[in-house]
């Protein structure tokens, strides 16, 4: 018996079809999936497959993004190519939602750092250590990865830090770093890691507006608890 394809289909079926004729919006996940893998085994469609394969997920794309390589290729259907396909369609989509965030990088809440920062910090493994670079109206300049460290840790290097926002003649910054623990309070460590990068940029008249703790759904805002 031979793989059921998307080309074997009734036309109404065919999502490629439909994608064409009724647009994108109109096809549901395990369609656009259906149409990156292409095919799927002998028992079963494209489509039912990338059913099967969300249902994995409580039909959650986020933590679909989230499978390895390993996991989805233990899917019977699934090898290496097909895998590395939704990998890389997950992983375009995660950056294109970071180009709309960044189309209006103006910062006034912690909120609207967790809303740009968590994509990239909140489902890490390890920890991760960012600054946001300010200008005088609150626009970001940049945001810049510092350091990557381990599963509790990881080192800072408070004179590089500011001679990136010398390079960019920033008037202020925002530090942002993950706890993969999930956990959401500063450590000790956290606490003096900012006290003194803040006194560090006195002399420079650069402002530390906040620190944020990053996990996978909430975070911790240390000018928010009154931290800094």
Not at 47 to 60: A, E, G, P
């Amino acid at each position: 018996m031979k793989k059921l394809t998307i080309k074997s289909w009734s036309l109404d079926d065919r999502p490629r079809e439909k994608l064409i004729t009724k647009g994108k919006s109109i096809l549901s996940d395990a369609e656009l999936i259906a149409i990156l893998i292409g095919s799927g085994n002998r028992e079963e469609s494209a489509v039912d497959l990338s059913k099967r394969i969300l249902d994995s997920v409580n039909n959650n794309i986020y933590e679909l993004a989230k499978l390895p390589l390993e996991k989805l290729t233990t899917f019977k259907g699934i090898g290496e190519a097909k895998a590395i396909a939704i990998i890389t369609a997950l992983e375009l989509g995660k950056r294109s939602q970071l180009e709309v965030r960044v189309e209006h990088p103006k910062i006034n809440s912690s909120k609207q750092v967790f809303s740009l920062m968590q994509p990239l910090l909140g489902d890490l493994s390890h920890e991760e250590f960012w600054v946001l670079y300010l200008n005088n109206s609150n626009k970001v300049l940049s945001k810049d990865q510092i350091s990557k460290g381990g599963i509790t840790a990881t080192l800072v290097d408070v004179r590089l830090l500011y001679k990136r926002a010398l390079e960019l003649s920033a008037v202020a910054i925002i530090l942002c770093h993950n706890h993969p623990s999930g956990k959401l309070n500063p450590s000790k460590a956290d606490k003096q890691l900012t006290q003194k990068i803040k006194e560090g940029g006195t002399s420079l008249d650069i402002k530390l507006l906040d620190h944020i703790i990053i996990t996978e759904k909430s975070y911790f805002s240390f000018a928010d608890n009154g931290e800094i």
